[in-house]
T-cell receptor, first 111, second 113 residues
Framework: GQSLEQPSEVTAVEGAIVQINCTYQ??????LSWYQQHDGGAPTFLSY????GLEETGRFSSFLSRSDSYGYLLLQELQMKDSASYFC????????????FGQGTELSVKP | DAGVIQSPRHEVTEMGQEVTLRCKPI?????LFWYRQTMMRGLELLIY????????DSGMPEDRFSAKMPNASFSTLKIQPSEPRDSAVYFC???????????FGQGTRLTVV
């Protein structure tokens, strides 16, 4: 089966940097995705890592180490609007590609 | 494209009634996923389709749940009979070529009383 672990909640202040870690166990692993979900909204795609290393997209970066079954999402220059839940999701391929989500990390950004 | 469209947005029903949730994926996307989200269990994958064919329904909790995709632009998730523990937000998502970027609809908030 699959399992993912990420912290349940993180608090940080505006302008700061925060890192949300994710460890996973799965078969048929292809890559790790990150999604953001605001209260009452739908999950939206942030990033995807198929290879080891860092991917940067504006203020957000995501990292993957396949040998350690570990990844993280790095959010820089935090803004109040970044308060949301962040999910890591393993992308696996077996008879088709599918995403299995972690439990999510609730990020609270304080003034 | 308007994105993934789900209906209804909210559904309140009595225990024992049949509930049908609907989804229109993004045009051209060949994968469609149904997820259920609750506080306790997070985002669970229920079933997914590739080119209208169900690929993996191992996440469907019970026989009371069924899903169909009669064509590339429409899918339904049916619960019959519904129970209070089915109360959750149900999301439909679609992706192209089964990629890691899935586009989610706004969800259907189901309450079974």
């Amino acid at each position: 089966g699959q399992s993912l672990e990420q912290p349940s909640e993180v608090t940080a202040v505006e302008g700061a940097i925060v890192q949300i870690n994710c460890t996973y166990q799965t078969s048929g692993f292809y890559g790790l995705s990150w999604y953001q979900q605001h209260d009452g909204g739908a999950p939206t795609f942030l990033s995807y890592n198929a290879l080891d290393g860092l991917e940067e997209t504006g203020r957000f970066s995501s990292f993957l180490s396949r040998s350690d079954s570990y990844g993280y999402l790095l959010l820089q220059e935090l803004q109040m609007k970044d308060s949301a839940s962040y999910f890591c999701a393993v992308f696996t391929y077996n008879q088709g590609g599918k995403l299995i989500f972690g439990q999510g990390t609730e990020l609270s950004v304080k003034p | 494209d308007a994105g993934v469209i789900q209906s209804p947005r909210h559904e309140v029903t009595e225990m024992g009634q049949e509930v049908t949730l609907r989804c229109k994926p993004i045009s051209g996307h060949d994968y469609l996923f149904w997820y259920r989200q609750t506080m306790m269990r997070g985002l669970e994958l229920l079933i997914y389709f590739n080119n209208n064919v169900p690929i993996d329904d191992s996440g469907m909790p019970e026989d009371r749940f069924s899903a169909k995709m009669p064509n590339a632009s429409f899918s339904t998730l049916k619960i019959q009979p519904s129970e209070p523990r089915d109360s959750a937000v149900y999301f439909c998502a679609s992706s192209l070529l089964g990629g890691a970027e899935a586009f989610f609809g706004q969800g259907t908030r189901l309450t079974v009383v």
